[in-house]
């Protein structure tokens, strides 16, 4: 059974941290690329952050730049999202996404809210 759990969230207050961890299961690691989203009820899905399986290639979206850091262990099957200088619109559930070819699998999320 494929599994993907997200953990790390919480609550932080405006301008901290958190680092987000994503740990696969029952898959070969190694041969996904991992995906970070978030979702609110105003804006839906969106994906956020993407790290390759091949050659550590990374993408963020615009909101993500300069303040995330997407990075995998593979010896560890983890993905991680560091975020750092949050901000209240950061406020969402992640999630993580493994994808090869026209497979993808899906965590539960994690809730991150940022308030004072």
């Known amino acids: 059974e494929v599994q993907l759990v997200e953990s790390g969230g919480g609550l932080v207050q405006p301008g901290g941290s958190l680092r987000l961890s994503c740990v696969v299961s029952g898959v070969t690691f190694d041969d996904y690329a991992i995906g970070w989203f978030r979702q609110t009820p105003e804006k839906g899905r969106a994906g956020i952050a993407f790290?390759?399986?091949?050659?550590?290639?990374?993408y963020y979206a615009d909101s993500a730049k300069g303040r995330f850091t997407i990075s995998r262990d593979n010896a560890k099957n983890t993905v991680y999202l560091q975020m750092n200088n949050l901000k209240p619109e950061d406020t969402a559930v992640y999630y993580c996404?493994?994808?090869?070819?026209?497979?993808?699998?899906w965590g539960p999320g994690t809730q991150v809210t940022v308030s004072s």
């Open positions: 996404n493994a994808v090869r070819g026209p497979a993808s699998y």
């Open positions: 790290i390759d399986n091949r050659d550590g290639y990374t």
